[in-house]
């Protein structure tokens, strides 16, 4: 028989706690632990993976406890590696002898994805069960517009509401309304906010965002001060800052993923510096981030108007008004071929598994008939 989560509940003045409230747990998490776990013969627990290590994870149960894979799970992520708890993750356990093991990996919500590089290679997920992406770009290193629309196209595609942190704004000096303006150009739906976690300045504005039990990621590449931002966010060390090179680009500091509460009761999880962002083949990150551009092509006289020469581009007529830059276009263009591009090779890699899949079928099913037939 399951361990039903809301067993160990408490009510307090009428409201139902419990105790991995402070962890994020909510009644979507609770219905998902109920579904996973229903037929269980043992006795399950809900917990919150706080870090993902190979062939074990880190979890909060609330206390820290390290859990092995049970078999089906480690299965199940060895086929596909896009199962596999990791951060974020919200997993049934159950004690074996002196150790955990994660039974099941519960159905996640916002999920932040990274795209396969190689021809053959899956997706990975940075972060799972995500309310909320913090981008940090820092105000003394550009800013980079075309990193920033590739962090924001995997946000919006995560389900996520992204959110972005000029850091550093101390460093820009007489530049900051101009680095803040550049990056809000780009930022089409949601909120900019220049901060310093040395000054404190903008960090009231930001604090007041992180509502209690929501769950958030930090991404920004190294240097962009993502640990002295969530230090100063925190009121206290939470995560080590890296020594800053002479190029002014920090070390990957975190190597790890983390689970990281805030004062006022939202969750952080810290994952490593992202070098490289391919734009999921989901098409819909793309279409948010630049929401400005897919307005204008809703507009053009022809539905399938490439904008190029074609009479009629809104598109065109925007860029050559000035009211459209032309290197944004361009970039729209870039991605939007990089997002098909990633979606047409999913597509395979899954017509290729299901061929795997039928011709592993087909063997068994011979297997199954010699044996029958005594030969």
Known sequence: MSHHS???????????????DTLGWNSRVAAAFDAATGGSPHALLPARVSEARRGAVGVRLPQHATAALAPEVRRAAETDPATAPTTGDWVAVRRSGDTW????????????????????SHDQVLAANVDAVLICEAADQGPNVGRLERFLSLAWTSGAAPVVAVTKSELAGDRLPEVVELVTSVTTGAEVHAVSAHTGEGLEELSALLRPGATWVLL???GAGKSSLLNALAGRTVMETGAI???RRGRHTTTH???IPMPGGALFLDIPGV???DVPGDETGVDRTFADVNALADACRFGDCSHDTEPGCAVRAAVDEGELDSRRLERWFKLRREAEW????????MRAARRQESKRNTREGREAGRLKRGY
């Open 6 to 20: 809301t067993s160990t509940s408490t009510s307090t003045e009428g409201r139902t706690t419990h105790p991995l």
């Open 342 to 349: 990633n979606r047409s090779r999913g597509d395979a890699r």
């Open 220 to 222: 920004g590449t190294s």
């Open 245 to 247: 090179r002479d190029d």
């Open 257 to 259: 993923r983390q689970l």
């Open 101 to 120: 093991l994660v039974e099941a990996v519960l159905e996640r919500s916002g999920t932040l994805v990274r795209q396969g590089v190689a021809k053959d």
């Open 275 to 277: 070098r490289r962002i």
